[in-house]
């Protein structure tokens, strides 16, 4: 089995008051992936401690050696593809070539009104799709090409100049969140992995089963996406976020037992990659560092054998 296991470090606590050590703890036990939300706050956390993914991401590209490091996800909600690809050349050079970018339309909350003038209203899903699909061709340009020049309806770029490029050629990697037909559309033409966090729908009131069926649906739908634009869907890695699918009682990281069945039933299902939270008591993602620890270093080996 050729599963990977990677984990999402939520970026709340001070680099030199146990943030550091997260990310290095998280190369210790062997995450093929450590990633961070790319968020100005983000739901319960927004009047506590929040920092900047890319920021974030630099400091831990200095602190590591060999994990891979992303964001899951950046979106246009706050960002500029000119400004954006800029970071991102500098922090795949500082991680010399370790970088991901998980990418997706954004969705509401304060990322989509922060940045809103008074009486502004948020962008509707269309407008979001419409943004994300003008705003991921462009940045796959921007991180490709030494010079780029674009007129379009929502994003400009004039002679750009990002010289030397990434160090990952022709690009670093994205990894793009998408579930409908346009952001799959855009997942094949530009994506080098598919990330979804399963059925929004079925995460207060569904049950596993739905979810496993849910997410078998998106991954044909995938597949149907790749064969319109003459890829193979093979090509792109499946990646779950997990923590929002109605799984519970018990939850994946109840237990190493539970993860393992979690984890073999969404391999089965074509899954490359399963991410999740490091611990956070006292919030949704509250669970036992001790078997936290024991499925990032014992549950693949598990699943292999």
Not at 161 to 170: E, T
Not at 228 to 248: I, M, S
Not at 267 to 296: C, Y
Request: hydrophobic fraction near 40%.
């Amino acid at each position: 089995m050729s599963l990977r296991l990677s984990t999402v470090i939520l970026p709340v606590r001070r680099w030199h008051e146990g943030g550091r050590q997260r990310w290095q703890r998280a190369e210790e036990l062997g995450f093929r992936t450590a990633y961070t939300y790319d968020h100005l706050s983000w739901r319960t956390f927004r009047d506590g401690p929040w920092f900047g993914a890319v920021p974030t991401l630099t400091a831990a590209a200095a602190a590591t050696d060999h994990i891979r490091l992303g964001t899951l996800v950046t979106s246009p909600n706050f960002r500029h593809p000119v400004t954006l690809a800029k970071d991102l050349i500098t922090l795949d050079d500082v991680s010399n070539g370790r970088i991901t970018l998980g990418i997706g339309a954004g969705g509401n909350g304060f990322d989509a009104t922060s940045l809103l003038h008074e009486g502004e209203e948020p962008w509707t899903p269309r407008e979001r799709a419409d943004h994300f699909g003008e705003f991921l061709p462009l940045l796959d340009r921007l991180l490709s090409e030494d010079v780029v020049s674009y007129e379009g309806k929502f994003y400009s770029a004039n002679e750009v100049r990002n010289i030397p490029g990434c160090v990952q050629r022709p690009r670093l990697p994205f990894a793009v969140a998408a579930t409908g037909p346009r952001g799959l559309k855009l997942a094949a033409a530009h994506g080098q992995a598919w990330v979804t966090t399963g059925d929004p729908k079925l995460f207060e009131t569904g049950t596993p089963e739905e979810s496993l069926a849910a997410l078998r649906g998106q991954i044909e739908r995938l597949g149907t996406a790749c064969e319109e634009t003459g890829r193979d869907v093979a090509e792109l890695d499946k990646v779950l976020l997990t923590g929002f699918t109605p799984d519970r009682d018990p939850a994946p990281l109840d237990s190493f037992d539970a993860f393992v069945d979690f984890a073999g039933n969404h391999a089965a299902l074509g899954f490359d990659e399963i991410v999740i939270h490091w611990p956070l008591p006292g919030t949704d993602f509250a669970a036992d560092e001790k078997v936290f620890e024991r499925i990032a270093t014992e549950a693949l080996a598990q699943l292999d054998g």
